[in-house]
């Protein structure tokens, strides 16, 4: 099955679809961004072609798609799979797929999708419940961590994945239903909503508690933005609202960032992928509600995950042991877990809160994570993947679920599903709007068509971004627009903003914006080259950031990293991998050596960096050569 297909006419949104956010900014939506680069566009195509259709493949030898057909009477049998919520993995391939149809209409692929949406109905209790295998046999759960007690449904939150599974079903609901028009998808999710809705909260015969695993509370915004319904939202914050409350459950403590209200945490602790799924719909509330204790707290929790608990590579999540961050400043690499999923919840949380003041350091951090802890879940062939993403490997430590390199697939497949969903929606990260302003948020050729308060504007960029800095660049728009150029992070010589990361050496370079051949003498204003005029489609902008090859020091705090430094070539970390040095143990570096960059026809044509004593390669594309040694931070060379 083909799932790239011709462009046909897109879908309008009506006025009365339009989602109520409470954001300042908007991000351009994906309809309106056709990416052309040879970065992005290959990924994004991988996925559509070859990962939504090997994961449906899967998730049909594996009995995902069985469980609703048992559930539902039509098949015999018991439960299949090895977790309570691997319902998702359905949900999650129709959200990427559907995110897919709204760039790439396909007609083939729509109609597989019915068919899923099909079998997941028939699975649907008459009331709106949806978790298969409660529903097949609620006293033998697929997981023995799922507390039985009576066999009845809510009465192991912790780990029954539930309102986990709900809360996907949503997600991908609201995707599905603003590409294709269709209620067959969103109806089943909405009783479902309906169910929670006379099920959980205050008040007689309903049940006080708040899930284990987080993602409802945003699934419920989003169905409360599409049907306007009061409810849903109010259902979100009391869910929010009663984490930390001892009055209103047993708590389940710091692993589900239950110990504390949510408006006194300022730490970022426990399952990491639970946390950002849940500061995220925190700033939902923050955004749509107005509300400054919400703000206060997630900018307090990106703070101490940004100072004290990220990874270089913008992965978060330092222990195996519950997939979870470990204390300030312990990040180790050999065991490093930065679970796929965490990065992307990552992002998703980052572009909440670029949308509630557009602050540049938020898409700082999501650049970072993009094109390095991010795509590394990704094998370059479309069906392999890392689970967590180690920054170093011996060889022997299995640190990707048991395997030393990339997994075809896992019991637990959270992350390979997580990529699809994701990837197609990269496009939306690209350019926001505001107030009469446009943002440019990533640099890749594409193509945007803007409607900023009913005014058209074109804009295009032509790029080898990542690979070089030099950006081409034109704006149409019939009045005068404010244009905001981000400088990435690294060109304004700063690693992370704060001080986990440094550069160990000096930036010669200064980044540089024309127009028409002239060189606009305008200061870096918050992160960005902010320009504002009549802007004509004969203009010509070229944005130049020079890349370098910059030597990266941790905090003295990270103890792991402490006398070790790693290597960056503009937004890529770099490592070294076993299979292109075959002197890997003795490998060391400095501040003061000199590199060579080049482009080669490997591992899917990347930069490679060289000297006399090394070659180094992304960190995205490590492991895609069979098990090999590999490591971000080098030995710093000793001063003699």
Known sequence: MSLIGCQSKKKEISKDEQQKTGYQIEPVDIQNVKVTDDFWLPIIKRVQEKTIEYAIAKCEEEGRLDNFLIAGGEMEGKVKGAMPFDDTD????????????ISAPNKELETVLDSLVNIIKVGQEVDGY????????PAEPPAPWVEVKEGKRWEALFMSHE????????????????????????????????????????????????PGHQIIETGLIKLYQITDKEEYINLAKYF??????????????????????????????????????????????????????YESAVNKLWDNMVSKKMYITGGIGAKHEGEQFGANYELPNLTAYNETCAAIGGVYWNHRL???????????????TLYNGLISGLSLDGTNFFYPNALESDGVYKSNRGSCTRQAWFDCSCCPTNVIRFVP???????????????????????????????EIKVSQETSYPWNGKIQMTVEAASKITMKFRVPAWSRNEVLPSDLYMYADSYKSQPTLSINDKKIETSIKDGYFEVT????????????????????????????????????????????????????????????????????????????????????????????????????WLPATTSN
């Open 90 to 101: 359905v949900y999650k391939i129709i959200e990427g797929a559907s995110n897919s149809l």
């Open 130 to 137: 949806l978790t298969t295998w409660r529903t097949i046999n």
């Open 163 to 210: 309102l986990y599974n709900a809360g996907h079903l949503y997600e991908a609901a609201a995707v599905h239903y603003k590409a294709t028009g269709k209620r067959n998808f969103l109806d089943i999710a909405l009783k479902n909503a309906d169910l929670m809705v006379k099920t959980f909260g205050e008040g007689e015969h309903k049940i006080s508690a708040v």
């Open 240 to 293: 929010l609202d009663n984490r930390g409350n001892p009055n209103n459950h047993k708590l389940f403590g710091p692993y589900s960032q239950d110990h504390i209200p949510v408006v006194n945490q300022d730490e970022v602790v426990g399952h990491s992928v639970r946390a950002v799924y849940m500061y995220a719909a925190m700033t939902d509330i923050a955004a749509i509600q107005n509300d400054s204790l």
């Open 354 to 368: 670029h949308n509630l003041n557009g602050d540049v350091k938020y898409f700082d951090i999501i650049e970072r």
């Open 425 to 455: 929606s990269i496009p939306g990260l690209m350019y926001s709007k505001g107030n009469n302003e446009v943002y440019v948020n990533l640099y890749a050729s594409s193509h945007a068509d803007i409607d900023l308060n009913g005014k």
């Open 533 to 632: 005029r009549k802007w004509s489609p004969e203009d010509k902008i070229e944005i130049h950031f020079p890349m370098e090859v910059r030597t990266v020091k941790a905090n003295e705090k990270v103890e792991e990293d402490r006398g070790k430094l790693s290597l960056e070539y503009g937004p890529i970390v770099y490592v070294v991998e076993e299979v292109d040095n075959p002197e890997f143990d003795k490998i060391s570096v400095s501040p003061n050596d000199e590199f060579t960059v080049q482009k080669e026809n490997i591992l899917e044509g990347i930069n490679t960096i060289s000297n006399e004593t090394l070659k180094a390669i992304p960190y995205y594309t490590w492991s895609n050569r069979g098990v090999n040694k590999m490591k971000v």
